[in-house]
């Protein structure tokens, strides 16, 4: 059974978060709290079993928090859509390292029961998506398409037509080990 959501006035500053409209209610959470250190960004990841939503008719900001031990773990740049009563949440990164070691990206596909405010994890059938950042996905006749994002470079193609572009950097004390991609993958939640 889900808590009682709290009134707030507005959650807290963030960027890369996820976000899914449900009817009349938009639903986030997740994300980074962005601060500059140095020549890089650290990121602090916020947490995903903190959840907001705003009644997009009243304006009225509610608190949530989410009931699971298989909450996704805190990172920013994850993909999200919804299907039904159920919002999913794929991949993300927890760090990244502007070093030559490879940066921290998640592969797991989660599930929000929306009535429960519980968080599952997925078991993905098939072919399994490496780990990425800022995929994008949508839900079409009951089937989750996540497409793009970012990965950690050598990536080892999971389809013949993927295509693989190293990010670019100027500034020559970031190493650069990621790169965008085009791979699709579908997924059946159920």
């Known amino acids: 059974m889900a ?3 709290e009134r707030v006035p507005w959650p807290s500053a963030r960027g890369c978060h996820e976000s899914v409209v449900v009817e009349d209610k938009m639903f986030v959470w997740g994300g980074g709290a962005a601060s500059l250190s140095g020549y890089g960004m650290a990121v602090p990841c916020l947490s995903r079993l903190d959840l907001f939503s705003v009644n997009m008719l009243s304006e009225e900001w509610n608190s949530h928090t989410a009931n699971s031990s298989e909450t996704p773990p805190p990172c920013y740049g994850a993909a999200a859509t919804y299907i039904g009563n159920k919002i999913y949440s794929h991949g993300g990164v927890i760090r990244w390292t502007h ?4 940066d921290e990206f998640v592969s797991d596909l989660y599930e929000m029961i929306i009535d429960e405010m519980r968080w599952r994890k997925v078991e ?3 072919i399994k998506p490496t780990g990425r950042c800022g995929a994008a996905m949508c839900s079409v006749n009951g089937k989750l398409l996540l497409m793009g994002g970012v990965v950690n470079l050598p990536s080892e193609s999971k389809h013949p037509q993927a295509e693989y572009k190293e990010n670019i950097c100027t500034d020559p004390k970031i190493k650069v080990n990621n790169g965008w ?8 939640p159920q």
Do not use: K
Request: charged share 20%; no cysteine.
């Open 181 to 188: 991609n085009n791979e699709l993958f579908e997924f059946d």
């Open 99 to 102: 070093s030559a070691q490879p």
């Open 3 to 5: 808590q009682s959501p």
């Open 124 to 126: 993905i059938r098939g």
